[in-house]
């Protein structure tokens, strides 16, 4: 089921619908701990542009789940929204730029003095041939762990670093009758994401980036230990992690019947924001094991269709986004950290302070689940993979299924 949200004006739905004559805004954030971010940045729009008005056409699903089929079906029938969230990486340039469907926005770079504004490594992930397609408005990391901190605790346990250490803690917790690790894979790119963040902490940066060039292969022996280790993984999981989202799986943990869950840091914003939990009081942080000092990127950003109407506009939008207020609006609630490196560092949390340290010195690695690091197609098949294996458990057949997407990585 696909629903619509609309904030400013009604419609968001798909169908056959009127041009409203407003701003579209095209994301997937809608309610429980997505949609305060992009709330704040449309209000902050709407004070300097009162006469542009804006329509909120955020389509419900983690990770796009259904907000990608439907921005698939308008942009083939040549009708996009004014903008719309791309991850930076293949999904914007092996899909979008590609397809031939944006516009580069050198210009409005140039115009906003943006290209000394974003680290390097990100306007490369924005940017095709020599040319830049979109603004990023936060960064996202994908490789932490988050743990429920009375549990930890009142069970006198330290938070795992290490695979060793996360699986002699989750024995400790399964003896007590604690769920160790939350899932919530209903929707399955969030096994994928624990599935990528342990290929992460087994390969490293460097080896993980290879196996999207076609230069590791995946029956290599360490990616097969890294499949084993995620095997054993999921043998702490709570049962009924099918019927639940990562919402629903980060719930277990906030209320103390899971000790942990591997999400990305929009999890923070769903913390603090929705459940009203206290940074480093009532839950804390860690690198997912092994990932110290490495940082899975994921980063939200937005572009300008070609054929739309009122480009001007879109572009407003576009530059109040890459601003420093527009990233400082946004940010704080969504739980990633700004784009920008000269955003203002106290509007942040100590995860806030914590993840913009270390993104500075971290080697950078392209999440798969969330598009940047392979094209869709792939995402796809891995998706199908990673949601059989997660019941099946068979490591061989696992690893044929993602030798033969590897075709799609061309
Ligand atoms: C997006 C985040 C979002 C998360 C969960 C990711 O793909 O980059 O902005 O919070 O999905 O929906």
Same mark, same amino acid.
């Given at each position: 089921m696909l629903s619509a949200c609309s904030s400013s004006s009604s419609s968001g739905d798909?169908?056959?619908?009127?041009?409203?004559?407003k701003l579209e805004i095209f994301s997937w954030w809608t309610g429980a701990g997505e949609e305060d971010g992009l709330k704040a940045l449309i209000k902050l729009f709407e004070e300097k542009y009162p006469d542009v008005p804006i329509e909120n056409a955020a389509v419900a699903g983690?990770?796009?789940?259904?907000a990608k089929a439907v921005l698939a079906s308008r942009m083939q029938g040549n009708d996009p929204p004014a903008t719309f969230q791309v991850h930076g990486g293949a999904e914007l340039n092996e899909g979008w730029v590609k397809a031939g469907k944006m516009e580069p926005i050198d210009d409005l770079y140039e115009k906003e003095g943006l290209n000394d504004k974003f680290p390097k490594d990100l306007i490369d992930m924005v940017s095709k041939d020599g040319k830049i397609y979109s603004v990023p408005v936060n960064i996202h990391r994908g490789n932490v762990l988050w743990y429920n901190k009375k549990v930890f605790e009142e069970n006198d346990l330290e938070a795992p670093t290490t695979f060793d250490e996360f699986f002699k803690v989750a024995d400790q917790l399964k003896a007590k009758g604690i769920t160790p690790l939350a899932l919530g894979d209903k929707e399955p790119w969030t096994a994928t994401q624990v599935f990528e963040n342990v290929l992460l902490g087994k390969l490293g940066a460097e080896e993980y980036l290879k196996l999207w060039n076609g230069e590791l292969a995946f029956d290599d022996p360490k990616v097969v230990e890294a499949i084993e280790t995620f095997k054993k993984m999921l043998? #702490?999981?709570?049962?009924?992690h099918s019927s639940r989202n990562w919402q629903d799986a980060s719930q277990l943990v906030a209320k103390g019947e899971a000790a942990m869950n591997m999400m990305g840091d929009w999890a923070k914003g769903y913390f603090v924001n929705d459940l009203k939990l206290k940074v480093n009081e009532d839950f804390g942080y860690v690198a997912t094991?092994?990932?110290?000092?490495?940082f899975m990127v994921i980063t939200d950003t937005f572009g300008l269709p070609k054929g739309v109407k009122k480009a001007d506009d879109v572009k407003k939008f576009l530059a109040v986004l890459g601003s420093v207020e527009g990233q400082d609006a946004f940010n704080p609630l969504k739980g990633s950290i700004p784009a920008?490196?000269?955003?203002?560092?106290?509007? #942040?949390d100590q995860y806030g302070k914590d993840t913009m340290e270390d993104f500075k010195a971290a080697k950078l690695a392209p999440s798969l689940a969330h598009g940047s690091a392979a094209p869709e197609g792939y995402v796809t098949k891995v998706n199908q993979a990673v949601n059989i294996f997660v019941t099946q458990k068979d490591v061989k057949g696992f690893v044929e299924s993602l030798k033969a997407a590897s075709s799609e990585l061309k």
């Amino acid at each position: 089921m696909l629903s619509a949200c609309s904030s400013s004006s009604s419609s968001g739905d798909s169908g056959d619908k009127k041009d409203s004559g407003k701003l579209e805004i095209f994301s997937w954030w809608t309610g429980a701990g997505e949609e305060d971010g992009l709330k704040a940045l449309i209000k902050l729009f709407e004070e300097k542009y009162p006469d542009v008005p804006i329509e909120n056409a955020a389509v419900a699903g983690g990770a796009g789940t259904n907000a990608k089929a439907v921005l698939a079906s308008r942009m083939q029938g040549n009708d996009p929204p004014a903008t719309f969230q791309v991850h930076g990486g293949a999904e914007l340039n092996e899909g979008w730029v590609k397809a031939g469907k944006m516009e580069p926005i050198d210009d409005l770079y140039e115009k906003e003095g943006l290209n000394d504004k974003f680290p390097k490594d990100l306007i490369d992930m924005v940017s095709k041939d020599g040319k830049i397609y979109s603004v990023p408005v936060n960064i996202h990391r994908g490789n932490v762990l988050w743990y429920n901190k009375k549990v930890f605790e009142e069970n006198d346990l330290e938070a795992p670093t290490t695979f060793d250490e996360f699986f002699k803690v989750a024995d400790q917790l399964k003896a007590k009758g604690i769920t160790p690790l939350a899932l919530g894979d209903k929707e399955p790119w969030t096994a994928t994401q624990v599935f990528e963040n342990v290929l992460l902490g087994k390969l490293g940066a460097e080896e993980y980036l290879k196996l999207w060039n076609g230069e590791l292969a995946f029956d290599d022996p360490k990616v097969v230990e890294a499949i084993e280790t995620f095997k054993k993984m999921l043998s #702490y999981i709570n049962e009924d992690h099918s019927s639940r989202n990562w919402q629903d799986a980060s719930q277990l943990v906030a209320k103390g019947e899971a000790a942990m869950n591997m999400m990305g840091d929009w999890a923070k914003g769903y913390f603090v924001n929705d459940l009203k939990l206290k940074v480093n009081e009532d839950f804390g942080y860690v690198a997912t094991p092994e990932t110290e000092g490495q940082f899975m990127v994921i980063t939200d950003t937005f572009g300008l269709p070609k054929g739309v109407k009122k480009a001007d506009d879109v572009k407003k939008f576009l530059a109040v986004l890459g601003s420093v207020e527009g990233q400082d609006a946004f940010n704080p609630l969504k739980g990633s950290i700004p784009a920008r490196t000269d955003a203002d560092v106290s509007k #942040y949390d100590q995860y806030g302070k914590d993840t913009m340290e270390d993104f500075k010195a971290a080697k950078l690695a392209p999440s798969l689940a969330h598009g940047s690091a392979a094209p869709e197609g792939y995402v796809t098949k891995v998706n199908q993979a990673v949601n059989i294996f997660v019941t099946q458990k068979d490591v061989k057949g696992f690893v044929e299924s993602l030798k033969a997407a590897s075709s799609e990585l061309k």
